[in-house]
């Protein structure tokens, strides 16, 4: 039988009709401007946005990457939350990449205050890296789907815009922030400067990730691109499946949510395992495993037998994350799954 995969929302494979989407795409060579499925796709998330232009790149670790080179020299720093993406799983690209020092400050469930930020800021001083970058990321990966509060984005917007620093958003899963509070992507994306968010996650596209910004910005960004090896031709054929996301696949993560949810208060109910109920805000679901009870590779090799896959997180720590290839009743198989090997 076919697994149950929680590993990440990143597993889903295209739909029939999300295929079909990319087979009829029309397409050009783009690194020319001539791929009228990109430029669409560009459009639609920049509208989305309230952004003027945007561009489409391969992966969300690239548009982290592209966007934090394009905004700053050599020398900089960056201000990220300890457990962001750009911290833990982008390979020291701002260092190996932009030559950037990367400063990470602990949050309370992956979200920064503008206290914290304004502590971090360096003062101009001949001997130190220029602070230039806060990077923010919304809903925040490791600390379970957590959303970024409005209000504290603008505090720390204040606290950017009195130092001229250079706001950044990963927010590959920006669309379940939006879907679980119904606050409007554009209201969310316009204290940044650049804001990347990612159509192979929760949106189910295979491929995929645009980065938003003002003209001027976008225009800088292409030559990065570029330079990073980003540049694609007929490319409105992958293009086509993240217009078919968009289209299709946003409103639907509101039953990821509820899935996780569901998932998240009966793994919290197995004496051995312990969910943070306040941060299984979205699709991701963050669990610790008591260490005396079980270990984390045994855990996921058992678990793995009876069909349900979820992933490491940490020493005592899975995840698991809803996504639209799961049902409901999948995360209840998938709970029992569990129940049974830690004995509840
Ligand atoms: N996250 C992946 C892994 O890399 C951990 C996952 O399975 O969750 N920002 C955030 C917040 C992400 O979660 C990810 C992917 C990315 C950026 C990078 O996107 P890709 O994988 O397209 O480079």
């Known amino acids: 039988m076919k697994p149950i995969d929680l590993r990440s929302d990143t597993v889903t494979r295209p739909s029939p009709a999300m295929r079909r989407a990319m087979a009829e795409a029309?397409?050009?060579?783009?690194?020319?401007?001539?791929?009228?499925?990109?430029?669409?796709?560009?459009?639609?998330?920049?509208?989305?946005?309230?952004?003027e232009a945007a561009i489409y790149v391969p992966s969300g670790t690239m548009s982290n990457q592209v966007a934090l080179y394009t905004a700053s020299e050599r020398g900089d720093e960056i201000l990220c939350e300890t457990g962001s993406h750009i911290?833990?799983?982008?390979?020291?690209?701002?260092?190996v990449i932009s030559g950037l020092l990367t400063h990470p400050i602990d949050g309370e469930l992956g979200i920064l205050s503008a206290a914290q930020v304004a502590r971090h800021v360096r003062e101009p001083n001949i001997h130190c890296p220029r602070t230039r970058i806060i990077a923010l990321e919304n809903t925040h990966n490791r600390a379970g789907g957590t959303i970024y509060p409005l209000e504290t984005i603008a505090e720390i917007e204040m606290v950017a815009?009195?130092?001229?620093?250079?706001?950044?958003?990963?927010?590959?899963?920006?669309?379940?922030?939006?879907?679980a509070t119904g606050i409007p992507l554009?209201?969310?994306?316009?204290?940044?400067?650049?804001?990347?968010?990612?159509?192979?996650?929760?949106?189910?596209?295979p491929i995929g990730s645009v980065l938003s910004g003002t003209r001027d910005f976008i225009a800088k960004a292409r030559r990065t691109r570029k330079m990073f090896g980003g540049g694609m031709r007929q490319v409105g054929i992958l293009a086509a499946a993240g217009i078919y996301a968009l289209e299709h696949n946003i409103p639907r993560l509101a039953e990821d949510h509820a899935n996780a949810r569901e998932l998240a208060e009966e793994l919290n109910r197995m004496p051995a395992l312990t969910v943070n109920l306040k941060a299984a805000q979205t699709n991701i679901i963050a669990v610790e495993i008591d260490p005396a009870?079980?270990?984390?590779?045994?855990?996921?090799?058992?678990?793995?037998?009876?069909?349900?896959?979820?992933?490491?997180?940490?020493?005592?720590?899975?995840?698991?994350v809803t996504h639209l290839?799961?049902?409901?009743?999948d995360c209840r198989r998938a709970a029992a799954a569990v129940g049974e090997v830690v004995g509840a």
Do not use: Q
């Not at 397409?27 to 560009?42: N, S, Y």
């Not at 815009?161 to 879907?179: F, P, S």
């Not at 554009?186 to 596209?205: H, M, T």
């Not at 290839?325 to 009743?329: I, K, N, R, S």
């Open 325 to 329: 290839d799961v049902t409901a009743e």
């Open 186 to 205: 554009d209201r969310y994306a316009a204290p940044f400067d650049s804001v990347s968010v990612c159509l192979s996650k929760g949106l189910g596209a």
């Open 87 to 95: 911290i833990s799983y982008e390979v020291a690209a701002p260092a």
């Open 161 to 179: 815009r009195k130092h001229g620093l250079w706001m950044h958003l990963d927010g590959a899963r920006l669309w379940n922030a939006h879907i």
């Open 26 to 51: 029309e397409v050009g060579d783009d690194v020319l401007g001539d791929d009228p499925t990109v430029k669409r796709l560009e459009a639609m998330v920049a509208e989305r946005l309230g952004k």
């Open 293 to 320: 009870k079980m270990t984390v590779p045994d855990f996921v090799s058992r678990l793995a037998a009876k069909g349900v896959l979820c992933i490491p997180f940490g020493p005592t720590r899975v995840r698991f």
